[in-house]
């Protein structure tokens, strides 16, 4: 009969934030296998930290999220968000599904591109356009969405210059009473900037106004704030319609749908705060089935969903480098995953699951990354099995921004995988290595030799 590893008794004194109702959870699952792929397999094939995604996962939702919209709206198209993560494997998932492409710089657009989306089917948001991404965007009939003045500008000088009519909308900020208010991006809606630089492109006659967007925030908790948005939209259409008789093709709601991640703060755990794609599609539908738009002007509703899509097909793998204890006393675990990977844990409150069975025993655990930083900090505090060096952990809902928000720092990003709906492991990204980073430097002749 093989020895059980002595565990020393502890008295545990909890710090580890606020208990629910329930209590304090102690007890932590392992995660063993990712759609039947064993955890450590992962590792050992791939190295560690590994990102895992998962293909049945993305389709999956993203299959939930139309149905949603389809059974309560008769025109709907999403487009993917390439800012949450652009990926090209990630993106042609959505691509297949049927979504377009929603970019928000010349880098994006020029992604996009290259995986075959057609000009007509990207959208092109942001404030930052230069001139040659308007032209190349006007060339290409793709729709962009004009964020300010002189962005207007621009376009009314490329019209001139090529004939052409850029096909535009215009991205409107508004009071939807949430706080703080999205005033950054856009024209507003309460002072009247929105109608300003609507009538200056119906009066110009050098765009083609073709519709209306809002991004009214990120990680929304509430899905009437997503009616009000609507609501308002919808009377700028019928506006349109009354003043100059031009009705809009779309309205565009964009993003911000609240995955199931647990913001850090919160009393319960986003899994039951965060409205279902089933309450955005009814706040949203409704506002604008209800709204004065005439049944036969219907304009296509557009949706740039991000997070909410991608964020349960994430994984983070990582491995326990060594336990140490802090000058207080409390335990601390430190981790090859290092908060340049995982930037989203400065806002969410991770869960963390070992890869392989535990003791019942836990303590109150500060979870480190291997970065020579003091910011350096995966979870604060929390109820955690005693890991020992070598064991592997599993972080989960890390699909959204962390492989577009990533830092080569310290230590080099890691590979990326996906574990596809053939049931097979696909190497998406390759780990940077020493050439990656030296690949794009130069060395001045004088700084080539030294001597020590």
Known sequence: ???????????????????????????????????????????????????????????????????????????????????????????????????????????????????????????????????????????????????????????????????????????????????????????????????????????????????????????????????????????????????????????????GFASRNTLKGAYYSGADTAPGFDDYAEAISSALSNSAIKPENMPLLILETGRALVDDAGYLLGTVIANKRLSDGRRATILDVGVNLLFTSFWYDHQLNPAQPMSEHTEETTIYGPLCMNIDVIKEAAVMPLFKKGDNIVISRVGAYNMTQWMQFITMRPRVVMIGSDNKVHLIREREKLETINSLEKLPEHLKTFKL
Not at 185 to 205: H, K, P, Q, S, V
């Open 1 to 255: 009969m093989e020895k059980l590893p002595f565990e020393r008794p502890v008295i545990k004194k909890l710090n580890a934030g606020m208990p629910s109702k329930f209590g304090m959870k102690t007890g932590i699952s392992p995660i063993t296998h990712i759609d039947r792929v064993a955890v450590k397999e992962l590792i050992e094939e791939n190295g560690s930290p590994l990102f895992v995604i998962s293909e049945n996962t993305l389709r999956k939702t993203y299959r939930e999220a139309k149905r949603s919209f389809d059974t309560r709206y008769p025109r709907v198209q999403f487009a993917w968000s390439y800012k949450t993560n652009y990926l090209n494997a990630v993106c042609n998932v959505f691509h297949q599904e049927g979504a377009w492409a929603e970019v928000v710089s010349g880098f994006e657009y020029e992604k996009a591109l290259a995986l075959g989306v057609k000009g007509q089917h990207i959208i092109f948001n942001g404030p930052d356009k230069t001139r040659e991404d308007l032209l190349r965007a006007t060339n290409n009939n793709s729709l962009i969405h004009i964020d300010h003045f002189d962005e207007m500008y621009t376009l009314t000088e490329i019209a001139d210059e090529t004939g052409k009519k850029p096909r535009v909308a215009i991205r409107v900020n508004m009071d939807v009473g949430v706080y703080p208010m999205w005033d950054r991006f856009g024209f507003n809606y309460e002072n009247g900037e929105a109608w300003d630089a609507l009538n200056r492109i119906m009066t110009g006659g050098k765009l083609e106004l073709t519709g209306l967007h809002t991004h009214i925030g990120t990680y929304m908790l509430t899905a009437g704030a997503y009616s009000l948005a609507a609501a308002k939209l919808a009377e700028l259409a019928s506006g349109l319609v009354g003043k100059y008789d031009h009705v809009v093709s779309y309205i565009d709601i964009g993003g």
